[in-house]
């Protein structure tokens, strides 16, 4: 089954800086790849998402890319803030699969003022 | 938030007691979802429902079961609940399957004692 490893756990950055969280999937079928924020206390919400048939995805400061024949995909926030303070989670999910869309375990992200 | 509810938002039970989430929503979704999410392990899938009466088992099924008997109601039951089921649970609802995007609801708490 789809596996998917995502680094680092913790990433400290300071305000204005950016920030990258990667992750890798091992199913080399997986064509969805979703992007969460979740802030402490609260539901996950979706930042940004691609699909297997782009290569890079925009929306003001944050960008994905991925890599197919790496099998990676990565994660990039420009111009940090503080309320961008969160745990971020990527996921990738296959399209023959009804049900798994499978999470890496979390990056939680700190920006200091 | 997508129209998702999830009650009781806060639960603390007993080892060996029944107990039964409920995840409701408003926006005439197919595909509804229960993870669980645990320190170190990021959201896992537990049940997933495509369809009235249409389930089918996530990652971490072992001990739960699903009913689904309308299209806005979805239910998880711990039949005799343990500890190692402390954690906190979120539904969610997607129109199409996983490579459309997931809208989580707020979340309940349990805690098995």
């Known amino acids: ?113 | 938030d997508a129209g998702i509810t999830q009650s009781p938002r806060h639960k603390v039970t007993e080892t060996g007691t029944p107990v039964t989430l409920r995840c409701h929503q408003t926006e005439n979704h197919r595909y509804m979802y229960w993870y669980r999410q645990d320190p170190g392990h990021g959201l896992r899938l537990i049940h997933y429902s495509y369809g009235v009466k249409d389930t089918d088992k996530g990652e971490v099924s072992d001990g739960y079961s699903v009913s689904r008997s309308k299209t806005e109601d979805f239910l998880l039951t711990l039949e005799s609940a343990t500890s190692s089921q402390t954690s906190v649970y979120f539904c969610a609802i997607s129109r199409g399957g996983t490579t459309d995007t997931q809208y989580f609801g707020p979340g309940t708490r349990l805690t098995v004692l």
């Open chain 1, 1 to 113: 089954g789809e596996n998917v490893e995502q680094h680092p756990s913790t990433l400290s950055v300071q305000e204005g800086d950016s920030a990258v969280i990667k992750c890798t999937y091992s199913d080399s079928a997986s064509n969805y790849f979703p992007w969460y924020k979740q802030e402490l206390g609260k539901r996950p919400q979706l930042i940004i998402d691609i699909r297997s048939n782009v290569g890079e995805k925009k929306d003001q400061r944050i960008a994905v890319t991925l890599n197919k024949t790496a099998k990676h995909f990565s994660l990039h926030i420009t111009e940090t803030q503080p309320e961008d303070s969160a745990v971020y989670f990527c996921a990738a999910s296959i399209s023959r699969s009804q049900g798994n869309l499978i999470f890496g375990k979390g990056t939680k992200l700190s920006v200091k003022p």
